[in-house]
């Protein structure tokens, strides 16, 4: 399966995107696998922030709980990651991944 990410962009605090996720492919491995979408700041380790199954049960990392919303469309094979009042620290590039597959990920900057 491949993995698309796109949505990122520079936005000013307090504004909102939403990340898509594209699965082509083996797509088969994109609805029976939970999701996940992970950031990734300069310097920073890897943090996943956000995970959905395949039956659409969602749970967030305490850093974006409340502000986050991760979805999933299987009929057009695309996740969704809905964020809002974003802030500086949100700043990093995000990817989304299923089983041991990645996109390539999209950069997301918040400006103050």
């Known amino acids: 399966v491949q993995l698309m990410e796109s949505g990122g962009g520079l936005v000013q605090a307090g504004e909102s995107l939403r990340l898509s996720c594209v699965a082509s492919?083996?797509?088969?491995?994109?609805?029976?696998?939970?999701l996940g979408w992970y950031r990734q700041a300069p310097g920073q380790e890897r943090e996943l922030i956000a995970t959905i199954s395949s039956a659409g049960i969602a749970n967030y990392a305490a850093s974006v709980k409340d502000r986050f919303t991760i979805s999933r469309d299987s009929t057009k094979n695309t996740a969704y990651l809905q964020m809002d009042n974003l802030k500086p620290e949100d700043t990093a590039v995000y990817y989304c991944?299923?089983?041991?597959?990645w996109g390539q990920g999209t950069q997301v900057t918040v400006s103050s």
């Open positions: 492919g083996n797509t088969f491995i994109f609805e029976l696998y939970p």
């Open positions: 991944s299923v089983s041991d597959y």
